[in-house]
């Protein structure tokens, strides 16, 4: 699908989200990718300017901006050099209807052999058909991590999961530049409509410059809390590999694994480094681990962000909601990521449904996709 398509494919994906599109504003949208081009945070970044004007709709235009123009496009065929010592499709004359040639004569094999060959992305594209060179090897290399970000974590091998590492890298990269978008656009603060129109009357009354309400946004405190029992391993890794850049954006961070006791962790190499013993073939015991939290922890900052990542499951010990409740009182806010499908939860031993009453919110992630959508619903 061309550029065009998929960009009409966007907006009309757009309104249909509720999102209100104006022809004009389709063409703005248009002749902003003409100018910025198709490098795809560039792309992101203008048809934010021109179609985004409330920003309650931010979240739906970037969840669609990842369906319509995804991290890792599928990979077209690479183009290959005729047999024969032919000229290459780019180079050859054009065609009548007959396939008789319009222009001037082929070039002959002795001057084939000279020619220089076409590259595409600094590649030569002169290869033989049964082999694969550098270009075709990074193609299949982003198709494989596409269908991996898409894969269940409960699905996941241990091999695909040190796949998968080297693309939440990359995730969690966007993830921080999203950030520093928004904590940019925080201390700009809002446009002060008497200041724009003061300043305005020494230039005839062309507001040249905008008047702002200047605002220094103290930065939040955030915990995060994940489990580490072989059910969902996976995603909490993942989780605070994506939270680890963003560490500057917040005051104070304190990342927490737990099975069945709390322990603080850290992050290297994108691989969770445990402070303190943790036994990962324990029963997982959530209500002991707000036990230890809040000894641990008998004062937060009000500001505090809480992450709780997990599916419940306490093997039907007592799950101290009660605690996760007083948590709750003492929080700016309190979201829970599920690795679990919906249908799945308060099914068996998941106690979910007693600590649902003390959530903001909380978020279904089957996979690396819907956790990095969470995660950006939750801190972004």
């Known amino acids: 699908m061309g550029v065009r398509a ?27 990718v003409g100018v910025a081009g198709v490098e795809r945070e560039r792309l992101r970044e203008a048809l934010a300017t021109t179609l985004v004007k409330d920003e309650r709709d931010r979240g739906a235009f970037d969840e669609l901006f990842e369906r319509h123009f995804p991290l890792l496009p599928p990979a077209a065929p690479a183009r290959r050099r005729r047999r024969g010592g032919g000229a290459s499709p780019s180079e050859a004359p054009c065609r009548g209807r007959q396939g008789t040639p ?7 094999p002795a001057r084939a052999e000279h020619r220089e060959p076409v590259r595409e992305q600094g590649v030569p594209t002169g290869l033989a058909p049964s082999r694969r060179g550098p270009v075709s090897r990074r193609r299949t290399r982003r198709a494989r991590l596409d269908e991996l970000r898409h894969r269940p974590f409960h699905e996941l091998a241990a091999q695909e999961v040190g796949e998968l590492r080297e693309l939440v890298a990359v995730l969690a990269q966007q993830l921080e530049r999203r950030l520093a978008r928004r904590w940019r656009a925080a201390r700009r603060g809002t446009v002060d409509m008497r200041r724009t129109l003061r300043a305005a009357t020494a230039t005839g009354g062309v507001p040249l410059r905008l008047g702002r309400r200047r605002r220094r946004p103290a930065k939040p405190d955030l915990l995060a809390l994940c489990d580490v029992s072989g059910s969902v391993a996976a995603a909490s890794e993942f989780l605070l590999a994506l939270l680890a850049p963003a560490r500057r954006y917040f005051r104070r961070v304190r990342l927490y694994a737990y099975v069945d006791r709390l322990c603080p962790v850290t992050i290297e190499d994108g691989r969770v480094v445990p402070e303190r013993p943790l036994d990962l073939y324990g029963r997982s015991d959530l209500g002991r681990v707000l036990v230890d939290l809040w000894a641990e922890h008998p004062r937060l900052a009000p500001s505090t962000l809480v992450v709780v990542l997990g599916d419940a499951r306490n093997n039907r010990r007592p799950p101290r909601a009660d605690l ?57």
């Open 6 to 32: 998929r960009l009409h494919a966007f907006i009309g994906g757009l309104r249909d989200a509720g999102v209100a599109v104006s022809v004009a504003e389709s063409l703005d949208a248009m002749r902003a």
């Open 102 to 108: 319009t222009g001037g004569g082929g070039a002959s």
């Open 324 to 380: 996760l409740r007083a948590l709750r009182g003492r929080v700016q806010r309190l979201v829970w990521v599920v690795p679990e499908p919906r249908a799945r939860w308060n099914t068996g031993d998941s106690a979910l449904a007693a600590y649902a009453p003390w959530c903001d919110a909380m978020y279904e992630c089957v996979d690396v996709d819907g956790l990095v959508r969470a995660v950006r619903q939750a801190i972004a």
